[in-house]
């Protein structure tokens, strides 16, 4: 990984979950990998904070999520 990147965004619909709507333990493993190596993750959505919330908890990210429709 470049030493370069600090921070991962990520949305949730098609990038962290899939067709089940749930995160994947390759998804959980992958964000776990990056968080170790310094990289800070965040998620960005155009989902409800309360609909989010669940994925921000199954990544565990650092940074907060940013959902871009709050109720």
Known sequence: MNA???LVVLDIDGT?????NEVSDE???AVKEVQ??????AIA???MYRSA???HRAIA???P??????P
């Open 4 to 6: 370069d990147i600090r």
């Open 61 to 63: 990210p650092i940074c």
């Open 65 to 70: 999520s940013f959902p871009t429709k709050v």
């Open 27 to 29: 998804v959980k493993a």
């Open 36 to 41: 170790a190596k310094g990289v800070k993750v």
């Open 53 to 55: 919330l669940r994925f």
């Open 16 to 20: 962290i979950s899939g067709h089940a």
């Open 45 to 47: 959505t155009g989902r």
